[in-house]
């Protein structure tokens, strides 16, 4: 009997321990609410209200000593219970000031820490080391499970070669289908968005600085994160020599000195399209910046790139020269423009080396002249020839007056690359020089951290109509990414184009390229996206044939005090107005369908106002240029008529 009693006992003390505990955490007004399972792992589900968004979906990470958060026999030591209600000021972003109010929890486990944040727009979850030493991350398991097939909007990874689509430029338009019909083999890079029980659904991460960086990849209704391992060994080569190509890779994707968190997994919930527009959480969630940045200046970039150095009735040969970018400076003093950008082509080609400069282009001279103008200058950099001068690159060009460097082509997102993003901040902020990510990875955060980091391509900008065949959607597109891609942080989409088409009449030309949609669609995406760094894309030329757009578009700001999302529905239109001082900026887009908005600006409050407005003209759908430029009262409701591809856009004024 005694033994009998004892087995009996040990065998209900197994059933208890393996009994699963909930820990729930919810938002402070209840409407998210997370509930992280253990049970010899840890998995967490999402539900707003009473409807369940996401789960149960696991949480794991194994190191190369073996350590696990969840796979072996979790157990959670203790936990803490933590608030946060604060307005937080936000420099160089699309509000001057951001709500912060979550509800926390943190579940300690042997090894790791497991922290929650559960807000009112979604929640995020991220991974805490213990270790007092050196170690390395061999896995991390990051699951999204919905609780059916939701309909998504997937970027995936644009390299045609599936076995290596760890190199990427994060370029690429949406596939838009269910998740059980993901692409088999293929992973998608973030953020990628679903539409699940009636709610729009967005995952991304933030927190991004020494890690690699989330794919996702589709099984059933169900997505798995998937990172790159780290670069065992790197060759020069790619793009006129300017890329470290990784050759192999080691068994493990992040190696650490010691402990620091990894980076937030991040879910965005929205009931209406248009509150994905307001979310902050991917800049609430990245670490916040040290020391003063009060010397960023934010503005816009007059860009000899996209309309390739084409300017005329000029008495000298246009290219890349001191006399043209003379010209550039000049239209950018004449026309309030902060930068000129020389883009690439002013440092010797397929040398790799920021110190030799081709012999048309004198810098010091440039810089001087510029400067008597009160335009600063910005140098394009490849990614190798900037990683591998990088402190005496900033040093001898900040000296000299540059104002920062785009540097471009990195075109990965391992942790050895996210690493230089870092470095590359820091090292650019030291100096007191902008830096502006191209051939980049989405934001993650670091432009809280370093707010010097001014802004990010990862994005089908503009700049792809020099080349793109003619049954590229970019119109649709451009009513898609402010949902998605532009959620996550500023993007360098280089709007501004004067030569302007429809669906019929685009084609692509490398040296005169044309925008699709109107010209109207063009000015209001100065108001729909969001670049603290925004170009003007066209030849200053181009903008002096057409002196009313270019004035408006060059008197706009490029940070906000204040944005309030208007209406939108994803890939079909969005409208959202921005506050600067006292001046408010309305925009508008339409995908195809010409369309008849409604915008309610009950927001301006009580007093008299006026508008500027920029509207397509009646002839806007056979001849894409045709615009209407006129002002009006304003009385609480204004109704904004796009033609298809169309735009509206509005100055308001006391």
């Known amino acids: 009997m005694k033994k009998i009693f004892t087995l009996t006992l040990a065998f209900a003390c197994i059933i208890a321990a393996a009994k699963p505990k909930d820990y729930t955490v919810t938002s402070p007004g209840g409407g998210t609410k997370v509930v992280v399972t253990v049970n010899n792992s840890v998995s967490w589900s999402l539900y707003q209200g009473e409807d369940l968004l996401l789960g149960p979906s696991l949480i794991d990470i194994e190191t190369s000593a073996g350590n696990t958060l969840g796979t072996k026999g979790a157990k959670v030591l203790n936990t803490k219970r933590s608030k946060s209600l604060q307005m937080i000021e936000a420099p160089v972003y699309k509000s001057a000031s951001v709500l912060e109010n979550y509800s926390a929890i943190t579940l300690s486990f042997k090894h790791f820490n497991l922290e929650i944040r559960a807000f009112e727009d979604g929640a995020a979850y991220r991974i805490v080391p213990k270790s007092k030493g050196a170690f390395r991350v061999k896995s991390e398991t990051a699951n999204f499970t919905f609780p059916e097939n939701a309909k998504a909007w997937i970027p995936y990874v644009n390299n045609p070669d599936v076995s290596n689509q760890f190199s990427s430029s994060f370029e690429s338009q949406y596939s838009v289908h269910n998740l059980s019909a993901w692409q088999k083999g293929h992973l998608a890079f973030l953020p990628v968005l679903a539409e699940s029980a009636g709610r729009k659904i967005l995952i991304t991460e933030s927190g991004l600085t020494n890690y690699p960086g989330m794919y996702l990849k589709g099984n059933g209704t169900s997505l798995e994160g998937v990172f790159a391992p780290y670069p065992k060994t790197r060759v020069q080569g790619g793009h006129n020599m300017l890329e470290m190509l990784v050759t192999e890779r080691e068994d493990y994707i992040a190696a650490f000195d010691k402990a620091e968190p990894l980076p937030w997994r991040i879910v965005v919930v929205a009931d209406d399209d248009a509150k994905l527009l307001e979310t902050n959480l991917p800049w609430l969630l990245a670490e916040p910046s040290t020391g003063d940045y009060s010397w960023v200046k934010p503005g816009k970039v007059a860009w000899d790139w996209w309309n390739d150095w084409n300017i005329w009735n000029v008495p000298f040969k246009a290219g890349i020269n001191n006399d043209t970018y003379k010209y550039y400076i000049d239209f950018a003093s004449a026309k309030g423009i902060e930068y000129v950008i020389l883009d690439e082509g002013w440092a010797v080609n ?13 810098l010091k001279e440039l810089v001087e002249y510029a400067s008597k103008r009160g335009v600063g200058l910005i140098l394009w950099a490849g990614y190798h020839a900037f990683d591998r001068d990088m402190e005496k690159a900033c040093k001898v060009y900040s000296e000299m007056g540059i104002k920062g460097f785009k540097v471009d082509f990195m075109n990965a997102d391992d942790q050895m690359m996210v690493d230089f993003y870092t470095r590359a901040a820091a090292t650019c902020a030291k100096y007191g020089l902008l830096v502006d990510f191209h051939g980049a990875f989405k934001p993650a955060g670091l432009q809280r951290t370093y707010p010097n980091v001014i802004n990010y391509e990862g994005v089908y900008g503009l700049e792809n109509m020099k080349w793109a065949p003619n049954d590229v959607d970019q119109v649709t597109y451009d009513v898609t990414i402010p949902y998605i891609r532009n959620v996550a942080g500023p993007m360098d989409y280089t709007q501004g184009a004067m030569r302007n088409s429809t669906k019929a009449q685009y ?15 063009q000015l209001a995406e100065y108001a729909v996206f969001f670049a603290p760094l925004t170009m003007l894309c066209d ?13 408006f578009i060059a008197g706009f700001p490029t940070v906000w005090d204040e944005t309030v999302a208007l209406a939108g529905k994803v890939g079909e239109y969005v409208a959202v107005a921005r506050r600067s001082g006292d001046v408010w900026y309305v925009g508008a887009l339409t995908n195809w369908d010409a369309r008849t908005l409604d915008l309610d600006l009950s927001f301006l409050g009580e007093g008299n106002w006026k508008m500027e407005i920029f509207e397509d003209g009646p002839n806007a759908a056979k001849a894409a240029q045709d615009f209407v430029h006129r002002t009006a009262p304003v009385k609480g409701t204004v109704t904004a008529r796009l033609a298809p591809g169309g735009g509206w856009v509005a100055r308001i004024t006391r």
Do not use: W
């Open 350 to 362: 397929l040398k790799a080396d920021l110190f030799q400069v081709v012999p048309e282009i004198n």
């Open 507 to 521: 084609r692509p030309d490398y040296s005169s390229p044309m925008s699709q949609g109107t010209r109207c669609h």
């Open 539 to 551: 030849s200053p030329s181009a903008y002096l044939a057409e002196p009313e757009c270019t004035a």
